[in-house]
């Protein structure tokens, strides 16, 4: 089973649209991370979040982390081209920082 | 400053045959980090590698290696090449406190170099 489950595994929309996606776990995590990975290169990191209710914005996109910690949702408002890959999210494995875990992460296509 | 760079970026391998590749590590980080990321799964943490030494493995077979260097750079070697090997692997540098209760890493990624197994 996957520690970490994102939904939807794919979404295809137009540009300008807006579009909510999620990472879910039964477990409590000490933090989460968000990283958007386009094709032939690898994830980038686009936020760490930390506290429990946490919201963070980065220009359209919107971070949360539940209040549980046990899960996130990323935002995106007005959806553009440049906003399509793979968003994966990643959270440290247990007491180990220094090994994170991954879901499999949500394809996003933008259409112009 | 220079990100991670990786070689080769692409290879291709027949099955039992061994394979090298290669890591720089971003200027100023001292901890390597690879990842085995198969197409359409998320990264699968393979080990890391801090101060010339193997610092944490994850679920992989002893025929996945590897090396750091007194400069950062790394290298990941995987002997007995099997067909499910076929996958993107990716070297991520990082500069982290050796407490693990620091808190998380900060991962910068190379572009990965892509193996395929015949």
């Known amino acids: 089973t996957q520690l970490l489950e994102q939904s939807p595994q794919f979404l295809s929309i137009q540009e300008g649209e807006n579009l909510t996606v999620y990472c879910n776990s039964s477990?409590?995590?000490?933090?989460l991370q968000w990283y958007r990975q386009e094709p032939g290169e690898g994830p980038v990191l686009l936020v760490t979040?930390?506290?429990g209710g946490e919201v963070k914005k980065l220009k359209r996109l919107t971070f949360q982390f539940g209040d549980a910690r046990k899960d996130s949702s990323l935002h995106i408002t007005a959806a553009q081209p440049g906003d399509t890959g793979l968003y994966l999210c990643?959270?440290?494995?247990?007491?180990?920082?220094?090994?994170?875990?991954w879901g499999l992460g949500t394809s996003l296509a933008v259409n112009p | 400053e220079t990100g991670v760079t990786q070689s080769p970026t692409h290879l291709i391998k027949t099955r039992g045959q061994q394979v090298t590749l290669r890591c720089s590590s971003q200027?100023?980080?001292?901890?390597v980090s690879w990842y085995q990321q198969a197409l359409g799964q998320g990264p699968q943490f393979i080990f890391q590698?801090?101060?010339?030494?193997?610092?944490g493995r994850g679920n992989f077979p002893p025929r996945f290696s590897g090396l750091q260097f007194p400069n950062y750079s790394s290298e990941l070697n995987v002997n007995a090449l099997e067909l499910d090997d076929s996958a993107l692997y990716l070297c991520?540098?990082?500069?982290?406190?050796?407490?693990?209760?620091?808190?998380?890493?900060?991962?910068?990624f190379g572009a990965g170099s892509r193996l395929t197994v015949l």
């Open positions: 991520a540098s990082s500069l982290i406190d050796p407490d693990p209760s620091s808190g998380a890493n900060v991962l910068t």
């Open positions: 200027s100023g980080h001292n901890t």
């Open positions: 590698y801090y101060r010339e030494e193997e610092n």
């Open positions: 477990s409590v995590f000490s933090s």
């Open positions: 979040v930390v506290t």
């Open positions: 990643a959270v440290p494995d247990g007491g180990n920082n220094r090994k994170l875990i």
